[in-house]
C-alpha cells in the first residue's frame, strides 16, 4: 500500500533503466503512474504493481513528482511541451525531475521554461547501469534550487545509494554526467579493440578478460561489457546508438566551449560505425562487432 505521506509520481519512460527506477519507487511504497510509447512496457510495470497510463498528461495529473528518463531532449521535449505533454496537466506546484542524459544548454533552456509556467525542476541525470537501477542503487548528479532539492529528497533517497548535490543551477548535473558518459563511451570502445587485438594475436578471449580484469588496464565498463562480447549476446541494456547521442553530445558541447577531444571524437566514429552497420539498437558492447568484421575474428566464446 502507498505511503499517504509520499509524493505522487508520475514517470515517463519504461525502458530499461525507466523501468527499474519506476519499480524501485513502487516497492518503496510510492504511488507511481508510468508511461512509455510501448504499451508492453506498460504492461510490465502493472505487472510489478506500477499504474500504466496512456499519455503523458495522464501521468502528470496530480503528481507532486514528474519523473523523465525518456532517451533524448527530443522525446523530454515532447513529453514536457507537445500535444498531450505533460506540463498542462501538472498541478502548479509540481516538481519535474529531468533524469535522462541531455545537452547541459537543453537542461537550463528547459528549467527556464518551466519556471515562467511556475514550476521547479531538479537536472537529475543517473548511472549505474541497469541493476542499479532496480536495486535503488543509483548514482544521481543532481542540480537545481534548494526547493526542487527538498521536494524531491524522499524520491532521490529511495532511488539512489549516491546522490551528488552540484549547484543551485539546472545544467551543472548534465554537464557531469557527460563528462561521464566521455570516459564511459571511450571506455567501451577501448575495451572492444583491446580485446579484438588480443584475439587477433592469439591470446584466448575467455582468458584475457579474466587477466585484465584483475590488472591495472581494467575498468567498471570493461568488466561490465566484455562478458557481453565473450557470450556474443548483444540483448540492449544500453544501445549503440544511446552513445552515438550521448558521445554526440560531448563533442557538441566541446565545439562551443571551442575545446579538443580526440579520444572521444574516435569513440564516438566507432559507435557511429556500428551503427552504419546495422548494430544500432543492439546493446553498446555491439562495437566490438566493428572490429571483428575488420580484423576477420570472432571473440565469442564457445560454451559447450
Not at 547541459?104 to 541525470?125: F, I
Amino acid at each position: 500500500m502507498a505511503n499517504k505521506q509520499a509524493p505522487r509520481i508520475g514517470f515517463i519512460g519504461l525502458g530499461a533503466m525507466g523501468m527499474g527506477m519506476a519499480t524501485t519507487l513502487v516497492r518503496a511504497g510510492f504511488s507511481v503512474k508510468g508511461y512509455d510509447i510501448n504499451p508492453q512496457a506498460g504492461e510490465r510495470f502493472v505487472a510489478a504493481g506500477g499504474a500504466s497510463v496512456e499519455s503523458a498528461a495522464e501521468a502528470a495529473r496530480n503528481a507532486d513528482v514528474l519523473i523523465l528518463m525518456v532517451v533524448a531532449a527530443e522525446q523530454a521535449e515532447e513529453a514536457l511541451f507537445g500535444a498531450g505533454g505533460g506540463t498542462a496537466a501538472l498541478p502548479a506546484d509540481a516538481l519535474v525531475m529531468l533524469c535522462s542524459t541531455v545537452a547541459p544548454a537543453y537542461a537550463r533552456q528547459t528549467a527556464a521554461r518551466l519556471r515562467t509556467l511556475g514550476l521547479e525542476m531538479l537536472d537529475a541525470p543517473v548511472s549505474g547501469g541497469v541493476a542499479r537501477a532496480a536495486e535503488g542503487k543509483l548514482s544521481i548528479m543532481a542540480s537545481g534550487s534548494p526547493a526542487a532539492f527538498t521536494r524531491a529528497e524522499p524520491v532521490l533517497a529511495a532511488l539512489a545509494e549516491h546522490v551528488y548535490r552540484l549547484g543551485d543551477e539546472c545544467g551543472q548535473g548534465s554537464t557531469v554526467k557527460m563528462v561521464n558518459q566521455l570516459l564511459a563511451g571511450v571506455h567501451i570502445a577501448a575495451a572492444a579493440e583491446a580485446l579484438a587485438l588480443g584475439v587477433k594475436a592469439g591470446v584466448d578471449p575467455q582468458q584475457l578478460y579474466d587477466v585484465i580484469s584483475n590488472s591495472a588496464g581494467s575498468s567498471w565498463m570493461f568488466q561490465n561489457r566484455v562478458p557481453h562480447m565473450l557470450a556474443g549476446d548483444y540483448t540492449p541494456l544500453s544501445a549503440v546508438e544511446i552513445f552515438v547521442k550521448d558521445l554526440g553530445i560531448v563533442l557538441e558541447t566541446g565545439k562551443a566551449q571551442r575545446f579538443p577531444l580526440p579520444l572521444a571524437a574516435a569513440a564516438h566514429q566507432m559507435f557511429l560505425m556500428a551503427a552504419a552497420a546495422g548494430y544500432g539498437r543492439l546493446d553498446d558492447s555491439a562495437v566490438v562487432k566493428v572490429f571483428e568484421q575488420l580484423a576477420g575474428i570472432s571473440v565469442k566464446v564457445e560454451r559447450e
